[in-house]
């Protein structure tokens, strides 16, 4: 499996971006997929997942909670995250993620796609 993240760049704080993961290669039929980021000289964290079947059940760290929003186009193997009124601590390069069914934690990621937020 490869995942493309795409969206990232440069943006004034109470501004908003649109990151998007796309999946490809062996079938297609992950448990989840997610977004972490990364901020410079910060540990990786978790940031929103998203469960692949069922109803879609939707999983977000605290911090972005109310701003941030993450959805899927099963489709396309595409999910996003809308990030709005962002802040300068959202600063951080985003990595998406894909968890497979019967992995106990996400076991294929993307490039990452650098988010900067101007204060």
């Known amino acids: 499996v490869q995942l493309q993240a795409s969206g990232g760049g440069l943006v004034q704080a109470g501004g908003s971006l649109r990151l998007s993961c796309a999946a490809s290669?062996?079938?297609?039929?992950?448990?989840?997929m997610g977004w972490f980021r990364q901020a410079p000289g910060k540990e990786r964290e978790f940031v929103a997942g998203i469960r692949w079947s069922g109803g879609g059940t939707l999983y977000y760290a605290d911090s972005v909670k109310g701003r941030f929003t993450i959805s899927r186009d099963n489709a396309k193997n595409t999910v996003y995250l809308q990030m709005n009124t962002l802040k300068p601590e959202d600063t951080a390069v985003y990595f998406c993620?894909?968890?497979?069914?019967?992995?106990?934690?996400?076991?294929?990621w993307g490039q990452g796609t650098l988010v900067t937020v101007s204060s």
């Open positions: 993620a894909l968890r497979e069914l019967g992995s106990t934690s996400y076991n294929y």
């Open positions: 290669g062996c079938t297609f039929n992950p448990y989840s």
